[in-house]
């Protein structure tokens, strides 16, 4: 068990050292570095960019939070919000097996059972990570749920 935890801690030490590596590279490298992409830009009343719905960068896309904005339960409001967050994913490329990580805000965190039963196994067999909290005064536009999510093409 020891032996399996220091296994795993320095292959945890290994993947940071190699982040910052990157991190370092990446800078040297700026010039060949990819384009940021930005996909379903929404403006403000003004007409200026405000947020975009899905943004790819070299080969990881990152989907804006989506929510369900009808009448419904909480479990129609997941079903209907990981449907769009496929939607998006397949627009840049990608797919659900494809999400590394995924965040869920709920308006009632008295939701977490059936939203968690809506969501479980949309992700295929292997699952990303997942943060889950209860937003204080609710979802923006009065939906029970809103996931966001980052994944690969």
């Known amino acids: 068990m020891k032996e399996q935890r220091r296994s795993t801690l320095k292959k945890l030490f290994a993947s940071i050292a190699g982040i910052a590596g990157l991190g370092v590279a990446t800078q040297a490298n700026a010039d060949t570095a990819p384009e940021k992409e930005v996909f379903n830009v929404v403006k403000d009343e003004q007409d200026v960019p405000l947020f975009s719905g899905s943004t790819r960068y070299g080969n990881l896309v990152f989907i804006a939070g989506k929510g369900a904005h009808f009448d419904g339960d909480i479990t129609a409001h997941t079903k209907h919000v990981l449907d769009e967050l496929e939607k998006e994913l397949v627009k840049a490329g990608s797919s659900m097996d494809k999400v590394l990580k995924c965040s869920v805000f709920l308006h009632d965190l008295n ?14 067999s292997k699952p990303p990570v997942r943060t889950t909290v209860a937003v204080y005064g609710g979802v923006p536009g009065d939906s029970l749920v809103e996931i966001d999510c980052i994944a690969y093409v």
Do not use: L, V
Not at 111 to 124: L, P, Q, S, T
């Open 111 to 124: 939701d977490y059972k059936a939203m968690n039963e809506a969501y479980k196994g949309r992700f295929g």
